[in-house]
DNA sequence: GCCGTTTTCGGCCCGACTGTTTTCAGTCG
């Protein structure tokens, strides 16, 4: 057995390699099955690794894209850490061709030619060879070619990659309406992975309607955040901002912009899976409509194409191509979680630890933003950094709160303050303050800290064992990931949703932006095992309960409905449906 | 290489834009 066990990234790196090396070969359709495959691994939680060792060959088939094929090349990965024939093709064409590709512009087809030609292997092969002059003498390349290699290698340097949704999503917010300022703008939408609330976003899609598209095109090229254009046409223009992400405006006529709409968001695989279904009927669907023949069945409206398509609505958060097709055609699709349905909020640390405004300030905040309840969980004594309470500081402040909520009665205010603690599970899975002190509070929530690199085993048990204290009703933040960051913990998630069911214990979705935590994979499974879950803010300060939205858009995308998530019931119902309730 | 209530063989989504060309291949989404 191969010692380091393979992610998912690094197997998909593998098989987007291959797809490249396939394309150099002009070998026709296999690469657009690697790369179907990358795709999927690459948004895929469970480990494929993992799935290859236990279940074998007819686990790995039961992936969608993958085949008896691909399946033995996945054996061969994780069994020894690489396979023939990609071997094969290394050995063939020594080249970095993922590096190279990252070079916008470039694919599989020109770097064979320049490697080829002018023995490039590399990007800085690449870089020296534009800087000398050397591409523009190469067929069908010319000096613009040369410059945009050497742009694109300025890019690749400073790329940042994909951002977090929840930091970037205001900014782009600011974006939309301005352009929706435009007298010429008829309807403005941002599509793309942020239509679909994907928890990070790599580049910004604009959709405009409008019957004056130059006025658009004019207005929008003299944004000053505009740092550089790629590409402009009639409809078309993209371009890269100085904030470092990359944008796409397009143009269509107001009769297209559901069918732009649709196609603009995405993702790739649930639009070929649309088109499918239109080639089936003997249609076409593309950016403009849905047509028979020159004949327009639909494309004014979204909701009109899916159905013309004989499909329900599907939410864009569920537009993956993972089921919901299916579940369209069959009405099974689930009534998802709205954005204002939360009537509580459940994970709130204030000025008592490391949070930056007192327990009123939150309350106040709170019921701004339309909630009835919120819980106060401030750290507890093992996270000393914090400022964490011992037994003793949680009694103060749960006088403090009764008190509080005299006033706030007195005041005929709405909001009610539950009291309650972020406890912290030691290693060996008790909690760090007393049975009898948790058990005068009104919602305890548990969550790992520290030790986040015990084995897989040990940090399950450590876990569940916390969840069956009588005293703990939710497991917060329950992978302990920081996207970008630090990994998850090593959790048998299964081990967890069947222990949550079996215990009670509510499971969290913490909308802080980079926990997302349990993350959309999860959160089906949990809708599925019919486990509860609650969706937290996790706020720190009074401008943090704008995060819920982002636990909210992680609930849909793992198509959990309101019954599904336990903090859009009113408050007594909700404590009622507590462990010790 | 994958996939299948029209198929286990024969298909495999669709269009805009660029750069280099005189009609299109390559790239991108």
């Known amino acids: 057995m191969h010692e380091e066990r393979m992610t998912n990234q690094e197997i998909a790196s593998v098989f987007r390699e291959m797809a490249a090396y396939l394309d150099m070969e002009n070998v026709q359709f296999k690469p657009r099955a690697y790369e179907k495959v990358a795709y999927t691994l690459e948004s895929l939680d469970e480990s494929v690794s993992e799935t290859a060792r236990i279940g074998g060959i007819s686990a790995l088939i039961k992936i969608p894209g993958i085949g008896r094929g691909i399946a033995q090349h996945?054996?061969?990965?994780?069994?020894?850490?690489?396979?023939?024939?990609?071997?094969?093709?290394?050995?063939?064409?020594?080249?970095?061709?993922?590096?190279?590709?990252?070079?916008?512009?470039?694919?599989?087809?020109?770097?064979?030619?320049?490697?080829?030609?002018?023995?490039?292997?590399?990007?800085?092969?690449?870089?020296?060879?534009?800087?000398?002059?050397?591409?523009?003498?190469?067929?069908?390349?010319?000096?613009?070619?040369?410059?945009?290699?050497?742009?694109?290698?300025?890019?690749?340097?400073?790329?940042?990659?994909?951002?977090?949704?929840?930091?970037?999503?205001?900014?782009?917010?600011?974006?939309?309406?301005?352009?929706?300022?435009?007298?010429?703008?008829?309807?403005?939408?941002?599509?793309?992975?942020?239509?679909?609330?994907?928890?990070?976003?790599?580049?910004?899609?604009?959709?405009?309607?409008?019957?004056?598209?130059?006025?658009?095109?004019?207005?929008?090229?003299?944004?000053?955040?505009?740092?550089?254009?790629?590409?402009?046409?009639?409809?078309?223009?993209?371009?890269?901002?100085?904030?470092?992400?990359?944008?796409?405006?397009?143009?269509?006529?107001?009769?297209?912009?559901?069918?732009?709409?649709?196609?603009?968001?995405?993702?790739?695989?649930?639009?070929?899976?649309?088109?499918?279904?239109?080639?089936?009927?003997?249609?076409?669907?593309?950016?403009?409509?849905?047509?028979?023949?020159?004949?327009?069945?639909?494309?004014?409206?979204?909701?009109?194409?899916?159905?013309?398509?004989?499909?329900?609505?599907v939410d864009p958060e569920l537009r993956e191509d993972l089921g919901e097709i299916d579940a369209a055609r069959t009405r099974n699709l689930p009534a998802l979680i709205g954005y204002g349905d939360l009537k509580g909020d459940l994970q709130i640390q204030t000025d008592w630890t490391d949070g930056a405004n007192t327990i009123e300030e939150m309350a106040d905040a709170a019921e701004a933003t339309g909630l009835e309840y919120i819980a106060i969980t401030d750290h507890t004594k093992s996270l000393p950094m914090t400022g964490g309470s011992d037994e003793k500081k949680l009694r103060?402040?749960?006088?403090?709160?009764?008190?509080?909520?005299?006033?706030?009665?007195?005041?005929?205010?709405?909001?009610?303050?539950?009291?309650?603690?972020?406890?912290?599970?030691?290693?060996?899975?008790?909690?760090?303050?007393d049975d009898e002190v948790l058990a005068e509070l009104d919602v305890v929530g548990a969550a790992v800290h520290h030790h986040f690199d015990l084995p897989r085993d040990e940090q399950t048990q450590r876990v569940v064992r916390a969840m069956e204290n009588p005293n703990v009703d939710i497991l917060f933040h329950p992978t302990s990931r920081a996207i970008h960051r630090r990994a998850p913990i090593e959790l048998d998630v299964d081990a967890i949703i069947e222990a949550a069911g079996r215990t009670g214990t509510i499971l969290e979705i913490d909308a802080s932006p980079e926990r997302l935590d349990l993350k959309d994979e999860y959160i089906r499974k949990c809708v599925e095992a019919g486990v509860r879950m609650c969706i937290d803010s996790d706020a720190h300060a009074t401008t943090e309960f704008s995060f819920l939205e982002f636990g909210i858009a992680q609930a849909r995308r793992g198509w959990a409905t309101r019954k599904d998530i336990i903090n859009t019931l009113p408050v007594k119902r909700f404590l009622a449906s507590l462990k010790k309730g």
Request: proline share 3%; aromatic share 6%.
């Open 74 to 313: 996945i054996l061969d990965l994780v069994k020894d850490g690489h396979f023939t024939e990609h071997d094969h093709f290394k050995k063939a064409i020594p080249v970095k061709v993922l590096d190279l590709m990252k070079v916008s512009g470039l694919g599989p087809k020109m770097i064979k030619v320049l490697w080829k030609e002018l023995q490039i292997r590399d990007l800085t092969d690449l870089e020296t060879a534009a800087k000398a002059g050397r591409i523009r003498r190469l067929p069908r390349f010319g000096e613009k070619s040369e410059q945009k290699i050497l742009k694109g290698l300025e890019f690749v340097k400073k790329a940042e990659g994909r951002r977090l949704l929840g930091f970037i999503l205001p900014e782009v917010r600011g974006l939309e309406k301005v352009i929706a300022a435009y007298p010429e703008a008829l309807q403005v939408e941002i599509a793309g992975s942020i239509r679909r609330r994907r928890e990070t976003i790599g580049d910004i899609d604009i959709l405009v309607s409008t019957s004056n598209p130059d006025g658009v095109i004019d207005r929008f090229l003299n944004l000053s955040l505009i740092d550089h254009v790629y590409g402009k046409g009639p409809t078309k223009i993209n371009v890269r901002l100085k904030n470092g992400l990359d944008a796409d405006l397009r143009i269509v006529p107001e009769e297209s912009f559901g069918a732009a709409l649709c196609y603009f968001t995405g993702s790739k695989q649930h639009n070929i899976r649309l088109r499918e279904i239109a080639v089936k009927k003997g249609w076409k669907l593309n950016e403009y409509g849905l047509y028979e023949g020159d004949r327009l069945i639909a494309g004014r409206t979204e909701s009109g194409i899916y159905m013309a398509l004989g499909l329900s609505y």
């Open 396 to 433: 103060n402040q749960i006088t403090a709160v009764q008190t509080l909520n005299r006033k706030l009665k007195l005041k005929k205010r709405k909001i009610t303050i539950l009291t309650g603690a972020e406890v912290n599970i030691m290693k060996d899975g008790s909690l760090d303050i």
